[in-house]
């Protein structure tokens, strides 16, 4: 897990805007969608032929190049990722209390998840909260969403909660992820906004697709201000 990690760690910083315009996922990968959206984010989903079925990884870029890398299983669980700003690797432990399920959201429209992420420097981060298919339906950039509902809390193993989030999000049932949507998170000093909506997606073929260069809302503020936390944007494929 860390050597393959690391591979994708050091190719994610090597295609970072200020070198390159395209993200060239790792050896033994294929890229399949971009997703440019709000708040100056563009994100390249890939897969890797090593890997389990149905996982799938990302890298997200801002302004300032690439700062998380993350992999998801096909039920959308947190696998691993990385945050590129402190480097700092966070891994589902295993045996989750309630893992999370893709599936069962999609049959029942609705799924709680209740499980612990174990990072590199020692700490750890117990994840609980649930999705809510609101019935919605939304088209962007010609692609049919399905909107969600979420609220989710993380804590410390001694029960200290870090952060609260709560909002929407959208999912692709074929692509089998979620997207950010507009939320609320607070870190400890009251709620605060944050929205990552997609904006355009880019598919082999089609202009835009493993771009490295964020489209939307980077002005000259936002591309000076640090990434924020990648848990603080989406559910299940986080930070």
Same mark, same amino acid.
């Given at each position: 897990m860390r050597a393959t990690a690391l591979l994708h760690v050091m190719l994610a910083a090597l295609a970072a805007p200020a070198a390159a315009q395209t993200f060239t996922p790792p050896p033994g990968c294929t &890229?399949?969608?971009t997703v %440019?959206?709000?708040?100056?984010?563009v994100s390249n989903h890939y897969r890797c032929t090593a890997d389990a079925p149905g996982d799938q990884w990302r890298v997200d870029f801002n302004a300032d190049g690439p700062y998380f890398v993350s992999r998801i299983d096909r039920?959308? %669980?947190?696998?691993f990722s990385v945050d590129l700003f402190d480097g700092v690797e966070q891994t589902l432990a295993p045996n989750p209390a309630d893992p999370a399920s893709f599936s069962g959201l999609l049959a029942t429209g609705t799924d709680t998840y209740d499980f612990v992420q174990t990072g590199s420097d020692g700490r750890s981060m117990r994840i609980r &909260?649930?999705?809510?298919l609101t019935g919605r339906k939304v088209v962007v950039d010609g692609i049919e969403l399905e909107e969600t509902t979420f609220e989710l809390r993380e804590s410390l193993p001694d029960g200290t909660v870090q952060s609260t989030g709560r909002g929407h999000e959208y999912l692709h049932r074929g692509w089998r992820m979620f997207l950010s949507g507009p939320s609320e998170w607070d870190v400890g000093a009251g709620f605060e906004p944050l929205d990552r909506s997609p904006v355009t997606f880019a598919q082999p073929g089609e202009r835009g697709f493993?771009?490295?260069k964020?489209?939307?809302d980077c002005d000259a503020q936002l591309a000076r201000s640090p990434?924020?936390?990648?848990?603080q944007e989406t559910r299940h494929d986080p930070l």
């Open positions: &890229g399949f969608l %440019q959206a709000r708040g100056c984010k039920e959308t %669980q947190w696998v &909260g649930f999705d809510t493993m771009s490295a964020p489209d939307y990434a924020p936390a990648p848990a």
